[in-house]
């Protein structure tokens, strides 16, 4: 049995779940923007079913899609209602939690080829990464879909000098572990060695898709870990478009998601959570079978 890090689970379905107002193009940022108290409140859920690590929700408060689908103006003041909603959930809480930032892809999920210029997404990510290093612990690069994306994110966020964790989005039902770009997963995890990254995991994507890949994760020769997503699948979500043309899987309940972590972790993963769909409840029984097993649950020794 080793320690493992908890983290929290999705965001953006769980706010749209508890938001008044319906889906838009700008996601969890819109409820940033005009239901904060939901952020805050998602945050100490799952604060309180255990998570030991908390990722701010700027998901979608990239200078990109601001511009296609909000205000630009709006950037800094997001980034930052988005630490301090977390800061405000953590010092509640009067426990031991860390607080994640975010880089996630800047133009759309899933849709690597749009962003094609690696020196403009590595000023973009050096932009966020500059407001949000010196308020967080960690720095999360998620859903990271392609070499680019994985290289650029990672070292803007090691300049930083904070930790840094690289997740990258692997193509679900592929005869072999690649990233959704058609790349080797090979490559993005040498991508993110490269570039600084202190561990890495592999994020929204299927629980199975994941299990397949362990082996390289691990290879990588960093701490490993995953936080899977409950999609039934991703294509019929466009860039602009809103999660509600989504589906959810009908079987991954918290004791069959808590079950497939548990596997990972007996396989060496030492940080475990949730994306799209795995939400707090989750969370609480891969708490429970965790402690059940022996393992100790921890956060990062940094934080």
């Known amino acids: 049995m080793h320690d493992v890090i908890l983290l929290d689970g999705g965001m953006g379905q769980e706010l749209i779940a508890r938001s008044r107002a319906a889906p838009t193009p700008l996601w969890s940022t819109q409820i940033l923007l005009d239901e904060p108290e939901i952020v805050e409140r998602v945050h100490q859920d799952y604060i309180e079913a255990g998570a030991r690590v908390i990722t701010i929700n700027a998901y979608s408060t990239t200078p990109e899609r601001l511009e296609r689908d909000g205000d630009p103006a709006q950037?800094?003041?997001?980034?930052?209602?988005?630490?301090?909603l977390a800061c405000a959930a953590r010092d509640a809480a009067k426990r031991p939690v860390a607080i994640a930032g975010c880089l996630p892809p800047l133009v759309a999920s899933y849709r690597p080829e749009l962003t094609r210029d690696f020196d403009l997404a590595l000023a973009?990510?050096?932009?966020?990464?500059?407001?949000?290093?010196?308020?967080?612990?960690?720095?999360?690069?998620?859903?990271?879909?392609?070499?680019?994306?994985?290289?650029?994110?990672?070292?803007?966020?090691?300049?930083?000098?904070?930790?840094?964790?690289t997740a990258v989005s692997?193509?679900?039902?592929?005869?072999?572990?690649?990233?959704?770009?058609?790349?080797?997963?090979?490559?993005?995890?040498?991508?993110?060695?490269?570039?600084?990254?202190?561990?890495?995991?592999?994020?929204?994507?299927?629980?199975?898709?994941?299990?397949?890949?362990?082996?390289e994760l691990a290879a990588a020769g960093l701490p490993f870990g995953a936080y899977a997503?409950?999609?039934?699948?991703?294509?019929?979500?466009?860039?602009?478009?809103?999660?509600?043309?989504?589906?959810?899987?009908?079987?991954?309940?918290?004791?069959?998601?808590?079950?497939?972590a548990l596997e990972l972790v007996a396989q060496g993963a030492t940080i475990v959570g949730g994306c799209c769909e795995i939400g707090p409840d989750h969370i609480c029984e891969l708490k429970r079978q965790l402690e059940h097993t022996g393992h100790t649950i921890t956060g990062p020794a940094h934080a």
Not at 75 to 84: C, G, K, V
Not at 171 to 179: F, I, K, T
Not at 230 to 254: K, M, S, W, Y
């Open 75 to 84: 950037f800094d003041a997001l980034q930052r209602r988005a630490i301090d």
């Open 124 to 165: 973009t990510y050096r932009r966020i990464a500059e407001i949000q290093g010196p308020l967080v612990d960690l720095i999360l690069c998620e859903t990271l879909s392609s070499t680019l994306e994985i290289a650029a994110a990672t070292r803007a966020a090691a300049e930083t000098g904070r930790p840094v964790w």
């Open 170 to 215: 692997l193509m679900d039902g592929a005869s072999s572990a690649m990233l959704r770009s058609g790349e080797p997963l090979s490559a993005g995890l040498e991508a993110a060695r490269a570039a600084g990254a202190h561990a890495v995991l592999a994020n929204c994507c299927w629980p199975e898709t994941i299990s397949a890949a362990r082996s």
């Open 229 to 260: 997503n409950g999609f039934t699948g991703i294509d019929a979500l466009r860039p602009g478009g809103t999660v509600d043309t989504l589906t959810a899987r009908t079987d991954l309940d918290p004791a069959t998601y808590a079950a497939w």
